[in-house]
């Protein structure tokens, strides 16, 4: 009798290597059973699956049907756990007509390097009708690693309208499955799904402080949730999450900044900022005067201190003019910093946990980059390229990741005079961001303006954010405003200037304005929603969830909850009209990973929901 362990998966059934091989004399007698302990041992290692085959060679044997046998199996570390941590294909909207790679972000939290398998599967969420399903085998994932993988191309052809995506993981001895699986909904379009130009959305919440948006104000993609994170800045902890799809904020856990050991006295201003790393956490300096550092994690919903921007040779701590980006290089993150007030930039590496200093921006007329300064990166088109812009003498440099050196030249910021014919400098509430190779950026300093960088076409501005919203009196861009890109060339800007209006801009291809529009003419604030739904608190401690949601029709909605094994543990009909919310009391739930549905006629949405109580 022979037994061969082999290191296989075993969808292949083809031996990539043969870990064990033994062979063995056995006697067996007429009419019975016999078990064979082979005398050579297998160390089972490393981590990954396997199969075994066992076979018998006898002469004299009539029937070889029943000779041979074959057995997947899996050896698996003490506390295997394999994460699925984002979708990064789809995204929230997809061009129609476009090749799309499915990409899933996967994380090995065990001991010991694991092999696993990756999902995706695309349907029709009306019908259930398959569009797309694909596996792909990790052969081997380290410790505390992370990695994309990548499924075959689909061309998303003509077949527009909401798709749905569910993703999953499975790993031998996984003992966390419930954060193995990702169902979400996706839009393919031609166009993106909101009228070109500015529309104002719903405005950040007052609450809880009562204040309206000043200085110290930010916002920030986080690509996991396709939610933006934004604090409000003016001597508050205020801090949101939105949704872009159900135009609906969330109160989040403010930074506690009275428990810092150094500058718990000051409350986040002026030089406060965040940026997300595309996962979990959010990168925010404290400001107001202080070297404060911090960090938010998404899913926790909790803040924690971080060692403090570095004092510098200039003893200046951060102030206005300060910007962040976060940017990888191989298996590293860094939030780049530039720390505003005089020219000193820096960067963390989030593995070390340490601040590393760069070469100063240049100094250019003065060394100062003052409020409304900022960072842009470009990966499209050099990933090596940084660019920085200084607020009022609008002066624009790149910066060179390869050689972390400055390149000297000037290539002139944004144009001073706009269409309205006036010169204005860019000051307080400049901010940027980036999409499809072009720099979108608001001039700030009490205009309107909106400007378009293009390497080889210069600067082009586009419309004008309008001067009247819902506030009801005439407020341009100013100190509080940051703009970022969402999806798909849409962006979002808070508009500050002691205001919480909350303004999104489409771009299109005839985006430059060829025609000044006439001034002090109220402007039409029109609500686009998107339909979807909210839970929060998400993840949930406390067993009770508020559920909000934006239907395309008024009527009955059922909400659903379901476990991991597709049982329904919790359901309800409400009557509701096209928005609404809705209370789910989950106390008598375990902790884990739960779907929660909503279904208003054929209308259907999922939210993952993590369980902590």
């Given at each position: 009798m ?7 998966p ?10 064990y091989a033994t ?5 067996v ?10 005398a ?10 396997y199969?075994a ?6 002469l004299?044997?009539e029937?070889?049907?029943?000779d041979s ?10 506390g ?12 929230s ?11 899933l972000?996967c994380?090995?939290n065990?001991?010991s390097?694991?092999s696993?398998?990756g999902y995706?599967?695309?349907y029709?969420?009306?019908t ?7 596996m792909?085998?990790?052969?081997s994932l ?7 993988v ?5 061309n998303?052809?003509s077949?527009t309208?909401?798709?749905g995506a569910?993703c999953?993981l ?5 003992i966390?499955?419930?954060?193995n699986v990702?169902?979400l ?14 529309t104002?959305m ?10 309206p948006?000043?200085?110290g ?6 690509v996991?949730?396709d939610?933006?994170y ?10 949101y ?8 904020w969330?109160?989040?856990?403010g930074m506690p900044?009275?428990?810092h ?7 986040p201003?002026k ?44 003893r ?8 962040l ?5 191989g298996?590293t993150?860094?939030v ?5 007030y ?7 590496n989030?593995v070390r946990?340490?601040?590393?200093p760069?070469?100063?921006a ?6 100062k980059?003052d409020?409304?300064?900022w960072l ?5 088109t050099?990933a090596?390229v940084m ?11 790149k910066?060179?990741?390869d050689s ?11 144009p001073?005079i706009g ?8 000051k307080?509430g ?5 999409w ?5 950026a608001?001039?700030?300093?009490n ?10 076409l210069?600067?082009t501005?586009l ?5 009247f ?8 861009v ?10 798909y060339g849409?962006f979002?800007?808070?508009k500050?200037?002691?205001t919480?209006?909350?303004w999104?801009?489409?771009s ?18 029109v609500?686009?929603?998107r339909?979807?739904i909210t839970v929060?608190?998400n993840?949930?401690?406390d067993?009770v ?10 009527g009955?909605?059922t ?9 329904a ?5 409400v009557?509701?009209g ?8 989950l ?12 279904e ?14």
């Amino acid at each position: 009798m022979i037994d061969l362990a082999e290191g296989t998966p075993p969808a292949t059934g083809e031996a990539d290597a043969v870990v064990y091989a033994t062979i063995q004399g056995v006697t067996v007698p007429s009419a019975d059973t016999v078990r064979v302990n082979f005398a050579v041992p297998w160390v089972a290692t490393p981590s990954g699956t396997y199969f075994a085959r066992t076979w018998h060679a006898l002469l004299t044997d009539e029937d070889r049907s029943n000779d041979s046998l074959q057995q997947d199996f899996a050896v698996v570390g003490e506390g295997t756990d394999v994460a699925l941590t984002q979708v990064v294909y789809p995204r929230s909207f997809e061009q129609s007509g476009t090749d799309m790679t499915p990409t899933l972000r996967c994380r090995n939290n065990g001991p010991s390097a694991v092999s696993f398998m990756g999902y995706v599967m695309l349907y029709d969420p009306y019908t259930d009708s398959l569009r797309y399903s694909e596996m792909k085998t990790v052969p081997s994932l380290e410790s505390e690693a992370t990695t994309l993988v990548e499924f075959p191309v689909i061309n998303l052809g003509s077949d527009t309208g909401v798709w749905g995506a569910y993703c999953s993981l499975y790993c031998a001895g996984d003992i966390v499955p419930g954060n193995n699986v990702v169902s979400l909904s996706f839009t393919v379009s031609p166009e993106p799904p909101y009228e070109p130009g500015w529309t104002e959305m719903a405005s950040m919440p007052l609450g809880p402080s009562g204040k309206p948006v000043k200085r110290g104000a930010w916002a920030t993609l986080h690509v996991p949730t396709d939610r933006i994170y934004a604090a409000k800045g003016y001597k508050t902890t205020d801090f949101y999450s939105y949704d872009p799809y159900a135009d609906l904020w969330d109160t989040l856990s403010g930074m506690p900044y009275t428990t810092h050991p150094m500058w718990g006295g000051r409350v986040p201003r002026k030089g406060s900022k965040g940026v997300s790393d595309g996962e979990d956490i959010i990168y925010v300096t404290q400001g107001n005067n202080t070297l404060g550092f911090w960090a938010y994690s998404v899913s926790m919903d909790s803040w924690w201190i971080l060692p403090d921007v570095p004092l510098g040779d200039r003893r200046k701590k951060v102030k206005g003019g300060t910007d962040l980006l976060y940017l990888t290089e191989g298996d590293t993150g860094y939030v780049y910093l530039l720390k505003g007030y005089k020219n000193e930039f820096y960067r963390f590496n989030v593995v070390r946990r340490a601040w590393e200093p760069l070469e100063n921006a240049p100094i250019g007329i003065r060394e100062k980059y003052d409020k409304g300064s900022w960072l842009a990166h470009d990966p499209m088109t050099d990933a090596n390229v940084m660019y920085a812009h200084k607020a009022k003498y609008h002066e624009f440099y790149k910066f060179r990741r390869d050689s972390l050196k400055w390149e000297q030249t000037n290539m002139g910021g944004m144009p001073f005079i706009g269409k309205m014919g006036r010169k204005k400098k860019s000051k307080d509430g400049g901010s940027a961001d980036i999409w499809a190779g072009e720099i979108y950026a608001l001039k700030g300093g009490n205009t309107q303006e909106l400007w378009k960088y293009d390497d080889s076409l210069g600067w082009t501005e586009l419309e004008t954010i309008p001067a009247f919203g819902s506030t009801q009196r005439k407020k341009r861009v100013k100190y509080g405003a940051d703009l970022v890109h969402w999806n798909y060339g849409i962006f979002f800007t808070l508009k500050g200037n002691k205001t919480v209006e909350w303004w999104r801009y489409v771009s299109h291809p005839s985006a430059a304005y060829s025609a000044p529009r006439r001034s002090g003419v109220m402007a039409e604030a029109v609500k686009v929603r998107r339909y979807g739904i909210t839970v929060a608190p998400n993840p949930l401690s406390d067993g009770v969830a508020q559920v909000r949601f934006a239907l395309p029709r008024t009527g009955p909605v059922t909400l659903s909850v379901f476990d991991m094994a597709g049982r329904a543990v919790e359901k309800q009909t409400v009557l509701a009209g096209r928005s609404g919310s809705a209370r789910l009391d989950l106390r008598g739930l375990s902790a884990g990973v739960y779907l929660v549905k909503v279904e208003a006629g054929e209308y259907t949405d999922t939210r993952k929901l993590v369980v902590n109580h």
